[in-house]
């Protein structure tokens, strides 16, 4: 990659890039730009860890509140080696967009360490985890600041979290996170609600586009919590899975693939490579096979300039965050593929996060049956909002969701006023 490729694709000045874009078409004013497009509060820290030799590791951290104006921040964490202060800046202000687009009460804000989680035991996790949320303490709380899994972090890491915040309370304190484990306050219908919203706004996308997903054909890229639950929740209509990749390659099956099977092999062997019954792939390749849904469920700029030409679908929902570059976008407008934007497309898991905070608040726990229509009534409103701007604005998709969701942030900015 070239430095000029290194800095289009950098996923700060994308995601500022992408404001500007909708901030122009809303005409904001330049007051009113500045406090969006800027990082209200972030913290770095340096934290020891021992490891299981006994030696001691110092591993980097960050917490990015990016907008406070429509209520507490919130905001995943991810474990990856790659994990930058520019990459949690862009996700901080995409879960500001992402919270105000499906209309729920929070600001944005993420975390990252950098680490590699695939080489660590899970006492290296634990201690990492506890140290991390100690150190970040200062910004964490049920009425300020709450966290949730992302990228290699799970129901079992919130519970560490959830632990670790509640020790320093010296009481309970199930509200400071979401994504738990059920038995300490987490939510049924949590599990998969990144990739069962996502499905539901395909499902709104498709009813629209006269695109039956009844034998409709998927390719996913990424097979973690999101993608494998799409993939599952799809092939109940009868969509076929044609193709699935991770980050060791991909696997093809045009007749389709054996989902139930696939998740066994990936949960034994670490990998969907390998899977009986399937053309291996390279995962560049996965994204390029002929389908009608494409859903990118890894990282960020995975569909760029370099390769959005070559991709043959219909629809794209993005249960990736940042999966498409701007330049990508322009190219795949030009060539009629229907885009839904990360914003709206993966927000079922925040929407449901929502739900989980809010039982906590109240100590009062919902069925799974009420969560599901809960959260297909929203995400299916927020589609239908999304693309009656994205109509009267004639901008894309994307472009139609920043501009939604920055009108709600604009609002409560003016309402709240500029203190002092």
Partial sequence: MTAQQALDEDPYRIAQQQFDEAAEQLELDAGMREILRKINRELTVNFPVYMDDGSIRVFTGYRVQHNLARGPAKGGIRYHPQVTLNEVRALAMWMTWKCAVVNIPYGGAKGGVQC?????????????????????????????????????TNARIMGWIMDTYSMHKGYSVPGVVTGKPLSIGGSVGRADATGRGCVYVITAAAQELGLK?????????????????????????????????????????????????????????????????????????????????????????????????????KIIAEAANGPTTPGADKILEDRGIFTLPDILANAGGVVVSYFEWVQNLQSLFWKEAQVHAQLQEIMESSFHAVRDMAKSHRVGMRTAAQMLAIQRVVQATLDRGVYP
């Fill in 213 to 313: 997903l009844d034998g409709a054909t998927v390719s996913i890229q990424g097979f973690g919590n999101a993608g494998a639950a799409a993939a599952q929740i799809l092939a109940e209509p009868g969509s076929k899975i044609i193709a699935v990749s991770d980050s060791q390659g991909a696997v093809y099956n045009a007749s389709g693939l054996d989902i139930p099977a696939l998740l066994q092999h990936k949960q034994t062997t670490g990998t969907v490579v390998g899977f009986p019954d399937s053309e291996a792939l390279t995962s560049d390749e996965g994204l390029e096979v002929a389908c009608d849904i494409l859903i990118p469920a890894a990282l960020e700029n995975q569909v760029t300039e370099r390769n959005a030409a070559r991709l043959r679908t």
């Fill in 116 to 152: 590699n989680p695939k080489i660590m035991s899970d006492k290296e996790l634990e201690r990492l985890t506890r140290r991390y949320t100690t150190e970040i303490s200062i910004l964490l709380g049920p009425e300020s600041d709450i966290p949730a899994p992302d990228v290699y």
